[in-house]
C-alpha cells in the first residue's frame, strides 16, 4: 500500500489568492513528481524531483513553483492563483531506480 | 479552466466480456511500459508493467502485450467487471532519463450491467 498524501482535497478560493498544495510520502522515494489533470483528460507532468534540492520543470509550462527542502515533502505553490489554475493536482512518487510511480489522492483546486 | 489535452476516448464493454485497451507510443527507447488506473476521484493506481524487451506478461485478469515493430500497448482485462469502469492509461519509462515517466493518452473504460 502507497504512503503518500495530498492535502487539501478541494480547495476553492478566490482570485488572486497564494496557495500553498502538501504532499509528503513515508516511502523514503527519491523521486517525486506533479502532474496537473483536467477532468476525463490527460495528465501532464509539470515538476519533478529527483531528491532534496533538486527540482525540475516538467513537459508543460506551469506558473507554479515548487521545492524540495526535505525528502517526504514536495509542495506546490501558486502565488496568485487565477481561474485559469482550475484544474486537479496529483502527486507521485517513485524509488529512484525504478520509474513505477504511486500517486496521491490528487488535489481538485477551483478558483474563482 | 483551461483545458489541458485531449478528451480521452471511451471504451463501453458489457459486463463478463473482454476488453482490449490500445496505447500507442512514440519512444522506441522507453525501457518498460506501465499500465495505471484511475478511478473517479482518484490517483492513478500501478497495475502492471512489462519490460521492452518482452512481448507479453500476464497478471490476475490483465494481460499486457507489446508489439515494439508498430510501438504499441494493449492491455486485456479478462471478464470484465463494474469495478473495472476507470480511465486506463499507459507510460514509457526511459532510464536514460533517470526513468521518467511519461503518460500516453488514456482510455475511458464504462462497463454495462
Known amino acids: 500500500e502507497a504512503d503518500i498524501y495530498q492535502t487539501p482535497r478541494y480547495l476553492v478560493i478566490g482570485t488572486g489568492k497564494k496557495i500553498t498544495l502538501e504532499c509528503s510520502q513515508t516511502?523514503?522515494?527519491?523521486?517525486m513528481y506533479w502532474y496537473q489533470q483536467d477532468p476525463g483528460m490527460e495528465l501532464h507532468l509539470i515538476h519533478y524531483?529527483?531528491?532534496?534540492?533538486?527540482?525540475e520543470k516538467g513537459d508543460l509550462s506551469s506558473e507554479s513553483t515548487v521545492s524540495r527542502i526535505r525528502t517526504e515533502h514536495f509542495p506546490l505553490t501558486l502565488e496568485s492563483a487565477r481561474p485559469s489554475h482550475t484544474s486537479q493536482y496529483l502527486c507521485?512518487?517513485?524509488?529512484?531506480?525504478?520509474?513505477?510511480?504511486?500517486f496521491g489522492q490528487g488535489t481538485r483546486l477551483t478558483v474563482v | 479552466g483551461e483545458s489541458v489535452g485531449l478528451h480521452l476516448p471511451t471504451l463501453s464493454v458489457q459486463e463478463g466480456d473482454n476488453s482490449i485497451i490500445n496505447c500507442a507510443y512514440s519512444n522506441s527507447a522507453s525501457d518498460y511500459f506501465i499500465w495505471y488506473k484511475q478511478e473517479s476521484g482518484k490517483g492513478p493506481q500501478f497495475i502492471i508493467d512489462?519490460?521492452?524487451?518482452?512481448d507479453k506478461r500476464q497478471g490476475q485478469r490483465v494481460t499486457v502485450l507489446l508489439n515494439k515493430t508498430v510501438k504499441h500497448l494493449s492491455l486485456q482485462i479478462a471478464a470484465t467487471q463494474p469495478g473495472d469502469s476507470a480511465v486506463y492509461f499507459c507510460?514509457?519509462?526511459?532510464?536514460?532519463?533517470?526513468?521518467?515517466?511519461?503518460f500516453g493518452g488514456g482510455t475511458r473504460v464504462l462497463v454495462k450491467p
Open positions: 524531483s529527483y531528491g532534496v534540492n533538486s527540482t
Open positions: 512489462i519490460r521492452s524487451n518482452m
Open positions: 516511502m523514503g522515494h527519491d523521486k
Open positions: 507521485a512518487s517513485s524509488e529512484f531506480r525504478r520509474g513505477e510511480a504511486f
Open positions: 507510460a514509457g519509462v526511459l532510464k536514460a532519463a533517470g526513468n521518467k515517466l511519461t
